[in-house]
Every structure is written in C-alpha cells, then in structure tokens.
C-alpha cells in the first residue's frame, strides 16, 4: 500500500521560491503517474502539475513557466521547485500517486505567500 509524505511547506514573500517534497513508501508500480494538486478555503482541489513515470510532465496555465515537476524513482520521491510565488499560490499542496491499485493522496502541507 503507497503512502505519501509531503514536506517542504512555509510562509513565503511574494516572488520567493520554495521547494516541496513527496516521499512515498509501499510499492510503487513501474508504471505511474504522481502529481501536485492545490487546495484553497473555499476552492475546489485543482491540478498544478503532473509526471508519468517516463517524465512527460503537464502544468496548469496558472504556474507554467514558474514551477518545475520532477521525480527520481529510485528514491521514490517527486519534487514541485515553485519559484516567483505570488499570493494566489497560497494553498494546500497535496502530492498524489495514480499506479497500479487505488490512487493515494497525501495530507498536504500548506504554503502561504504573503504580499
């Protein structure tokens, strides 16, 4: 059963970078997708960024250009770099796996720009 940790959250000027982590724990299927999702209060969860196990990667049009997606499958980690944050980035960020078995959600960890 795959488990994800998210980590790497915090408070932030507007124009600052931060770089969220997923650690995964569990089996993780050759075959995969692990995504980025965002949450803020009174939002529903959207999509931020994904990567399929071979690193085709898709970002939303609101952080192309800003956030990176990567993983390293040997450690079983996925990474979101977010760099020139602004104050509508300001959410909880939620790592997800899609693989082999039911798809997993993290906890989340929250991000906060400040203007």
């Known amino acids: 059963q795959v488990q994800l940790v998210e980590s790497g959250g915090g408070l932030v000027q507007a124009g600052g970078s931060l770089r969220l982590s997923c650690a995964a724990s569990g089996t993780i299927s050759s075959i995969s997708t692990m995504a980025w999702y965002r949450q803020a209060p009174g939002n529903q969860r959207e999509l931020v960024a994904r990567i399929t196990s071979s690193s085709t990667t898709y970002y939303a049009d609101s952080v192309k250009g800003r956030f990176t997606i990567s993983r390293d499958n040997a450690k079983k980690m996925v990474y979101l770099q977010m760099n020139s944050l602004k104050p509508e980035d300001t959410s909880v960020y939620y790592c997800?796996?899609?693989?082999?078995?039911?798809?997993?959600w993290g906890r989340g960890t929250q991000v906060t720009v400040s203007s």
């Open positions: 997800y796996y899609n693989g082999l078995g039911p798809a997993r």
